[in-house]
């Protein structure tokens, strides 16, 4: 059997068996009554990771990030976000449906930031008509934006306007670690300017579930009481937080090799000619098809084994993950490239 080289996205990672092991000698308790020892000794190294008083364990990545906008913000208050990020995009509208929550989009430029001076602008005046502007949302890296790591830089002048106006900042850092290794900082640097920060335990780090929401104390105080409501208290989650420890122990510095496979899987798709790929700075690859349409190259790369995602009209997203090596690099490209031969002849 044609052995599967998943690319459709870096959440497909399976846990190797020493996360396994990590997982099956965890020591656990009821984390709902703040018994858990693994789930708190994961909650406090989360936010010193990020430079935070503090941390909560959810189940997802999603959950991280309505229950931030559920803390930040009461329903009828306003959002600004980027027209491209996951919140607006990919959460199902939970920001509106449960957060109660008024979105107003800012365009994501190319790099994934947003425009400063019409960030500013969209701040509204308080006045008894208008609703209140309290939040605004980033998200590094940019997945839409082809995994754009945004530099500390542009966050705080971000930051810093937000601030100015009364409003707080919520970074989604669903692959906040793919961010910092790519931009040689650490991930507190990036973090810093933000009231909140999520990330994601099982993206490249590799663990089966998970995401942290870290912030001060008082923030996540209120947070759980939200995750709460959402039914995301867990009990023995201290399986869980097992394997996101040995994923933020063992799987933090090898994202290097992540990003190194996506730049070689980008060059080869290049030079085939049917496709248009970003430059990638991280894991992931989007893909412009430029001859043919996307369903009919994902149905024959599915047949030879390789599989990805449309992402967008005329795209397909390929992400290179901890069960990606550079030899499954080298074999997707080689399975693509005899695809492509034999379309053209
Ligand atoms: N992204 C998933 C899909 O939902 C698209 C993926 O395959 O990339 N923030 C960002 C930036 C994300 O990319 C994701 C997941 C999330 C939040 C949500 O995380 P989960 O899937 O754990 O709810």
Redesign the pocket.
Known sequence: MTHIIDL????VTRPTSEMRAAMAAAEVGDDVFGDDPTVNLLEARAASLVGKEAALFV???????LVALLTHATPGDEVILGDQ???F???VGGVARIAGLLTRTLHNREDGTLDIDEFAEAIRPQTIHSPGTKLLCL?N???RCGGAPIEPAIIERLSAVAHEHGLEVHL????LFNAAIALGCPARAIAAPCDSV?F?F??GLGAPVG?VLCGSRDFIERARRNRKLLGGGMRQAGVLAAAALYAIDHHIDRLADDHANARRLANGLAELGPFRPNLPRTN?VVVEILRGTPEQWLADFAEAGVLA?PFGRGRI?M?THLDVSSADTEEALARISRIVEARIA
Not at 8 to 11: A, C, E, H, V, Y
Not at 59 to 65: E, F, I, L, R, Y
């Open positions: 459709r996205s870096d959440t189940p997802s990545g999603t959950m991280a990030n990020s996951h919140i995009q990919y959460e998200e890296t940019h997945n989604d850092g669903a692959r999520t994601c099982s993206k995401s992931i995602v997203r992400v």
